[in-house]
């Protein structure tokens, strides 16, 4: 989740994107209508989905192709707004409004995640052109439905973990992500802030943000 750039290019396949922005951080994007090719970009994704597994190092849940290919659309689609900055406000509600296929759950959550991932940088992309910009508040809307892949992500209405919580690979990630992006505004949901508090034990001093929150009333 860290630097992206948002490339033009003439005309990208969705597995090229998936690829550069998995392996390069680089989006490549276009202004003319997306070209896919199913089974190449699952492809990608299941590769994309390998690599995440190893590096989070504990068993995630189960791919589901069809939560990963709307992920991969959905964060094509949210590059070529912030690039092409002449698409109209009702073409980004219409697309931005395209709910998952897949009910939400673990597996929705974890495949969505291996673009949407992305999603706390593209916000700051989009907000930095414009913060009153449609786009940005379409952003808030969806971070604030997918909030694994959004942590960072400011200003949002509380956020509701119940999709993924459960989940201990995803409650760790989740936690891990709070923690590196000094998120304290996802701090309230009692699963997460005892997990937390069990991460900082003894060495509150190391967080000093999060300890006066998650300790405060100890």
């Not at 969505?112 to 907000?127: G, K, V, Y």
């Not at 997990?195 to 003894?202: E, I, P, S, Y």
Request: proline share 6%; aromatic share 6%; hydrophobic share 45%.
């Amino acid at each position: 989740m860290g630097d992206m750039d948002v490339i033009p290019a003439d005309a990208p396949g969705l597995d090229q994107f998936v690829k550069s922005l998995a392996e390069e951080g680089r989006a490549i994007v276009a202004a003319s209508p997306l070209v896919e090719d199913t089974a190449s970009v699952l492809a990608a994704l299941r590769q994309v989905d390998e690599f995440a597994r190893a590096e989070l190092g504990i068993e995630a849940p189960a791919f589901s192709p069809e939560a990963a290919l709307w992920g991969a659309r959905m964060t094509y689609y949210l590059c070529q707004f912030v690039v092409c900055r002449d698409i109209g406000e009702e073409q980004i509600k219409a697309v931005c409004g395209v709910p998952c296929p897949e009910k939400r759950g673990p597996e929705a959550d974890w495949s969505a995640d291996l673009m949407l991932r992305h999603l706390p940088r593209l916000f700051q992309l989009a907000r930095h052109l414009s913060n009153a910009d449609p786009l940005v508040q379409q952003m808030r809307s969806i971070a604030t439905a997918w909030p694994l892949s959004s942590v960072g992500v400011g200003g949002l209405e509380p956020v509701k973990l119940d999709s993924f919580v459960g989940h201990p690979a995803l409650r760790r990630l989740y936690a891990d992500r709070v923690i590196s992006q000094a998120d304290t505004s996802r701090l309230g949901d009692g699963r997460m802030d005892d997990l937390l508090r069990a991460d900082f034990g003894l060495h509150r001093e190391l967080a000093p943000a999060f300890a006066e929150k998650l300790f405060s009333q100890s």
